[in-house]
């Protein structure tokens, strides 16, 4: 999703949009953002700390249901409005109007993605879960951060047990593994790196970003 179909990630736009929609003095602790993007870097926090972490300074222990999906909602028409892309948009359309079961598979919290998913026409979402108990968001990430092999794993449990040939789209190296299990794999808006490594394996790729810069 983020910088596929976006224009830019979307996690740090959620935490502040949360916490300018449902608890502006959280506002107030932004800076101490900095501690667990320090951790991350040297190494001592992995990217499900590093999310657990920055979801509880600024969202805090426990968030009502209704608080989450009000806050979800409007960023969902914000975020979405403001940084989806047009190129990525027609993509998805031209999938949709070919009849292809569309699967959005993001390391984005499933709290917030599904309605962007839902914005888009997805048929499946496949997100990083949270626990939630008796009806309070957590910061506590359920099972794997969607992200990698961990990805992979996660869109072959939620991918139909009969299904034709498969594409993939990404913008990031780490998604690697879902790429080179696709029948089809598309470097969208492509990292350096990825660039890179769909150049060498003669994949397709596509520039999104520049479409909308013109």
Same mark, same amino acid.
């Given at each position: 999703?983020? *910088?596929?179909?976006?224009?830019?990630?979307?996690?740090?736009?959620?935490?502040?949009?949360?916490?300018?929609?449902?608890?502006?003095?959280?506002?107030? @602790?932004?800076?101490? +953002?900095?501690?667990?993007?320090? +951790?991350?870097?040297?190494?001592?926090?992995?990217? *499900?700390?590093?999310?657990?972490?920055?979801?509880?300074?600024?969202?805090?222990?426990?968030?009502?249901?209704?608080?989450?999906?009000?806050?979800?909602?409007?960023?969902?028409?914000?975020?979405?409005?403001?940084?989806?892309?047009?190129?990525?948009?027609?993509?998805?359309?031209? @999938? #949709?109007?070919?009849?292809?079961?569309?699967?959005?598979?993001?390391?984005?919290?499933?709290?917030?993605?599904?309605?962007?998913?839902? #914005?888009?026409?997805?048929?499946?979402?496949?997100?990083?879960?949270?626990?939630?108990?008796?009806?309070?968001?957590?910061?506590?990430?359920?099972?794997?951060?969607?992200?990698?092999?961990?990805? +992979?794993?996660? =869109?072959?449990?939620?991918?139909?047990?009969?299904?034709?040939? =498969?594409?993939?789209?990404?913008?990031?190296?780490?998604? +690697?593994?879902? @790429?080179?299990?696709?029948?089809?794999? =598309?470097?969208?808006?492509?990292?350096?790196? @990825?660039?890179?490594?769909?150049?060498?394996?003669?994949?397709?790729? =596509?520039?999104?970003?520049?479409?909308?810069?013109?």
């Amino acid at each position: 999703m983020d *910088k596929t179909i976006t224009a830019r990630p979307s996690w740090l736009p959620w935490l502040w949009h949360f916490a300018r929609s449902e608890a502006p003095a959280r506002l107030l @602790l932004t800076p101490l +953002l900095l501690w667990p993007t320090l +951790l991350f870097a040297l190494g001592f926090y992995d990217r *499900k700390a590093l999310k657990q972490a920055t979801q509880r300074l600024m969202m805090g222990s426990r968030v009502a249901a209704e608080r989450v999906d009000r806050a979800a909602r409007s960023f969902a028409q914000e975020f979405g409005g403001r940084y989806e892309l047009e190129g990525a948009l027609d993509e998805i359309a031209r @999938l #949709r109007n070919g009849g292809e079961v569309l699967i959005m598979a993001t390391a984005s919290s499933a709290f917030y993605a599904r309605h962007l998913a839902e #914005r888009w026409g997805f048929d499946l979402l496949v997100a990083t879960g949270n626990v939630w108990r008796d009806g309070w968001l957590t910061p506590q990430i359920a099972g794997e951060n969607c992200y990698g092999e961990g990805k +992979l794993r996660m =869109v072959l449990q939620a991918a139909p047990t009969s299904h034709g040939p =498969v594409s993939f789209y990404s913008d990031h190296v780490s998604d +690697l593994p879902c @790429l080179l299990w696709a029948d089809t794999p =598309v470097a969208a808006n492509p990292s350096a790196a @990825l660039a890179a490594a769909a150049s060498a394996r003669h994949w397709h790729i =596509v520039s999104w970003m520049q479409q909308n810069s013109q």
